[in-house]
């Protein structure tokens, strides 16, 4: 009875094909398909073309697993065995299909799965190269256009003090702007290079904010003043008057979203607030707030506009790179703190953060502004004049010089143009400070400074000396210092860099 | 004179043996993926010269990383073999060599030809870095997608059974 059932069951998906040396059928049992006797298998489907060539092995017994036969009548997934019988073949045919095709369904999820894991792997390794490329250029070229920049402003400068027809000043104006501009860019491009490498870290220093919100009140409401806006800003009196905090990165944060307010704003109100969330033993949680009554930024934007160079409206005519708000989200976070934004198309945005600050206690900022106090005092004590005496001979160089320092009102200028009597004057002349062309004909700046250094009087040998010099190479710099130099400003230098240096080191 | 060749195809899953078979036999293509599992075997009669056919069998192996784990039975009597690699996933060809030899030591002395597949999704000189950076040669960079050099590997290794034989 047994035998009976194993047969009913085991040989329902098998089928059983005597095959003579040739391939040809002399007997089947059609259990899956039907094969007439005397035809050949080789025409059924091209698997069995393969077996002629295994008819002639030594080998008795032949395994195949999961070969795919599709018949004109049915398609099966069998395993398929094939035997020698003396010389004829027996081939046992067994369909699986059913168990291979659940097979067919984990490997196919598997392997979709793998195959897009390692896709997505290799997608981001591209991505961050392209990022380490993209901040590498951005980095150095940044750095790169910053000396071109620097000259120009300092030629513009130069040109400034000129004399010039109305028309002439009206342009320079605009080329001092639109450099200046482009110089705000380039040092936005550079944060966000440095953020990005981690080059960059936040100052803790006392400050006061009070001033540094008066500043910003100043510069802004000139600024939409300009472009027919309203200003509005606001100080909580509970705030403590200084901080300790980065000041430079705060003023880029504000700044930057004070600018975008305005770029994005045709009509209406800007407003600036620093408000208290909280206050501790020391420290102190401010709110900083922009608001602008512009064109708004539409919810599916809002992420996006802190990416870099994204733009609102590609259109805008409005100046920036873009860099922005994305400075300002990474400054912040560097910050430990978080852009927040709540914005209405049309209706207009407002960008807010929080951050916490330590404060001094009373006695100690009274200190601080014992100190500026002290500074000013410095200040004061300039406006006696200076006797300077200027060894260069370069005309033209000459002339600005005198320009730059004339203005100031506290100095007396002295001119020498040859190495020979630069000591005679130096003798002569009890001077406070010395500016001398590094790159002179004759005797050179560094060798004069060497003899004035040698003096065996100390009124004379003690004398600041100033280097003024084209050559910005590290190494003609230390040449500069080690001859005894206070200080060496590269050309083209702005007024304000130089008259500081000069402030600097008089004795 | 009519003969007949088996061929298998065999590589990593994934790299397009199914797709090249598929333009090679059909001329079409298809962007979905569907596993192969076990062996689909189809056949192609092609010219190699002026009154000089042969018929390919193709073996279409399912794909595995494991190249030792494929069924010795399914190379059993082949003529030829087409080793593939996808251009554009490192996994399938980080250890061709060795891939290689674990083949040639299953079947020696059958001619094999090497095949990186996609190359339309790599650009050349990408692609030639990428084969340089590698190590590697193939004996043919094909696209199943848009047919660049499918006929002419099978051709090549057709006329080469052929000369063979
Ligand atoms: N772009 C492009 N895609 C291809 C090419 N060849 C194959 N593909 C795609 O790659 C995937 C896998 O192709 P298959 O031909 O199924 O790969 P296989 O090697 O047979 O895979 P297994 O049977 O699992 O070993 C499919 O989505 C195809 O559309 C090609 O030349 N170019
Ligand atoms: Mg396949």
Known sequence: MLKLYQEEFANKNMQFILLDSEGVVIESDQKLFDIPVDSSILKLHPFFESLPALFDSAEEVFDFFCIHLALKENTFTTDIKLLKKRDEFLLIITDLTEHYDSYQSVTQSRNESVIKTELTVLKNLELQERERFKNRFIQNFSHELRNPLTSIMAIIDILGDTKMTTEQTKMLDFLKESNSNLRLMLEDTLSIGMIDAGKLEIQHKLFNLRKFFELMQFTYSAKTKKKGLKFVSFWDDRIPEFIEGDRLRLFQIVANLLDNAIKYSENGTVSFKIGLNQKRANTANLRFEVIDTGIGIPEESQEAIFESFHREQPTQKGKGTGLGLTIVKRLLKLMNSKIQLNSEQNKGSVFYFDMSF?????????????????????????????????????????????????????????????????????????????????????????????????????????????????????????????????????????????????????? | MHSSKKIVVLGHFGVGKTSLIRRFVTDTFSDNYKVTIGVHITKKLVEIAVDREVSLILWDLEGTDEIESIRDSYLLGTHGLVFVFDVSRPSTFEHLGNDLKIVRNKVPETPLMVVGNKSDLVDKAELKTVLDENELSADFLTSAKTGEFVNELFLKLATLLVGDA
């Open chain 1, 358 to 507: 330590k404060y001094p206690l009373p006695s100690e900022s009274k200190w601080s502004e014992h100190g500026n106090k002290k500074r000013a005092n410095i200040g004061r004590k300039a406006r006696k004049k200076y006797k300077v005496l200027l060894v260069e001979d370069d005309e033209y160089v000459q002339l600005t010089l005198f320009k730059i320092l004339l203005n100031t009102d506290s100095f007396q200028i002295d001119l020498a143009y040859d190495g020979a009597l630069v000591l005679q004057e130096v003798v002569n002349g009890d001077y406070d400070i010395i500016l001398m062309d590094v790159d002179l004909p004759n005797l050179t700046g560094i060798q004069i400074t060497q003899l004035i250094r040698d003096f065996p009087f100390k009124n004379i040998k003690n004398i600041p000396i100033i280097g003024i010099t084209a050559n910005a190479y590290q190494e003609n710099l230390d040449k500069c210092m080690a001859a005894g130099m206070n200080d060496v400003v590269i050309k083209p230098y702005e007024k304000e860099k130089l008259l500081n240096t000069i402030l600097k080191n008089l004795r």
